[in-house]
């Protein structure tokens, strides 16, 4: 009898234990534990056993990343006529399930959990320094491909070649959408002599 109740006692510590580990995810994040057992990643609950291991919250909500080219700096188009414009980019972590190895898990959220750390995942002053290069090159890439009319009446296009130019190869994140804000062509006064485009 005695046995009994010892063992009674020692499961339900056990369970209140096991309940005080737990932690609930909200949706719109991930949570990643380090420490004992490796870097494991779960977008609904997970267990952290505190001292051996540590959870890090991810916030995995759509981020904006605003791109201006203007003056000096617009584009220029396949008839060499230089256009001023803001774009707007929706960046956000990946939290699609992925196969590697024979592995399927969050594995894009690892790669940015390990390059970049959770805390600072979605800041806009880091996802600026990694990406805006990148998309610069594409807007410019794309707008060569088209001339200013046709990117100023029919943008659809101009928006799908933006897309296709920056790829899927975003070290973690994906690029969940393209908005064109403001498209004009640049001012005659605001046009660079020393170019010979502009010239």
């Known amino acids: 009898m005695l046995i009994l109740i010892v063992f009674g006692a020692l499961m339900f510590f056990a369970i209140i ?22 870097i494991k ?16 919250i991810m916030d995995l909500s759509v981020k904006k990343l605003e791109v201006v080219r203007k003056g000096k700096d617009g584009l220029i188009c396949q008839d060499n006529i230089r256009a001023d414009i803001e774009v707007v980019f929706y960046v956000r972590v990946n939290d699609e399930k992925s196969e590697v190895d024979g592995r399927t898990g969050y594995h894009d959220i690892k790669t940015v959990a390990t390059k970049v750390g959770c ?17 610069s090159e594409a807007l410019k890439s794309a707008a060569k491909l088209m001339d200013f009319e046709k990117l100023y009446t029919d943008r659809m296009p101009f928006r799908q070649v933006i897309i296709d130019t920056v790829g899927s190869d975003l070290n973690g994140y994906i690029l969940e959408d393209v908005t064109i804000d403001y ?3 640049t001012p005659k006064e605001n046009y660079d002599p020393s170019n010979v485009l502009d010239a």
Do not use: H, N
């Open 183 to 185: 498209l004009e062509q």
């Open 17 to 38: 234990c096991l309940f005080m580990f737990i932690k609930k995810i909200k949706p719109g994040e991930a949570g990643v534990r380090t420490g004992f057992g490796g």
């Open 119 to 135: 805390e600072r995942a979605s800041e806009i002053e880091l996802l600026r320094q990694l990406f805006e290069a990148k998309f």
């Open 41 to 56: 990643v779960e977008k609904d609950w997970i267990l952290c056993v505190p001292i051996l291991q540590q959870l890090q």
